[in-house]
């Protein structure tokens, strides 16, 4: 069964830059991948950032990137202010169809 | 503007069905993917289906496979998860998310409507 890891929490200074990651319990995450990010804040359906690796979705402010870095993909959020206080998620695309999320990492910005 | 609005959801006992619907809007329904994918409050998001365009090619995660069915009526703008032998393991938020096109991306999602398993 394929794991997608994710760094469980994150913290992050206002106006700081925060990278996470997410990767595979084996072997490395590629563009075929096709990596998906998505915030959800709390009590609010999730919000895709990210999908194809680096696309933003429609209206996600540039400060959102996404990247391969080394063997996994990386949302890196440049700036941080309070509001990208939630939850990310990444969810990744497997041969065979399917697709799997990581667990998540909670995001802090103190 | 795109609206997905899922309907269905409710309490059910171990063994029983149900029938969730979503509703798209505000794009041409049929040309995208179209998934579902669900939420155990406070926990993590789990991918459980999605249906191409056509309607034709379907793929399931293994924990669902056998017993849900996703279906959509592009004439009538929906997709449809069809839950058999619903376990406790089932409860869930169950939020349906618009895809791609040609790839299946995870891109806009509703609101959700929960399912509740349980005696």
């Known amino acids: 069964q394929t794991v997608v890891t994710q760094e469980p929490s994150f913290s992050v200074s206002p106006g700081g830059t925060v990278t996470l990651t997410c990767g595979l319990s084996s072997g490395s995450v590629s563009t075929r991948n096709y990596p998906n990010w998505c915030q959800q804040i709390s009590g609010q359906s999730p919000r895709t950032l990210i999908y194809n690796t680096n696309t933003r979705a429609s209206g996600v402010p540039d400060r959102f990137s996404g990247s391969i870095l080394g063997n996994k993909a990386a949302l890196t959020i440049t700036g941080a202010q309070a509001d990208d206080e939630s939850d990310y998620f990444c969810a990744l695309y497997m041969r065979g169809g399917t697709w799997v999320f990581g667990g998540g990492t909670k995001l802090t910005v103190l | 503007e795109v609206q997905l609005v899922e309907s269905g959801g409710g309490l059910v006992q171990p063994g029983g069905s149900l029938r969730l619907s979503c509703a798209g809007s505000?794009?041409?329904?049929?040309?995208?993917?179209m998934h579902w994918v669900r939420q155990v409050p406070g926990e993590g998001l789990v991918w459980v289906a999605r249906v191409k365009g056509d309607g034709i090619e379907v793929n399931y995660d293994d924990s669902v496979k056998g017993r849900f069915t996703i279906s959509r009526d592009n004439a009538r703008n929906t997709v449809d998860l069809q839950m058999n032998s619903l376990r406790v393991d089932d409860t869930a938020v169950y939020f349906c998310?618009?895809?791609?096109?040609?790839?299946?991306?995870?891109?806009?999602w509703g609101q959700g409507t929960l399912v509740a398993v349980s005696s």
């Open positions: 998310v618009k895809g791609g096109t040609t790839y299946s991306y995870l891109l806009e």
């Open positions: 505000g794009f041409i329904f049929s040309d995208y993917w």
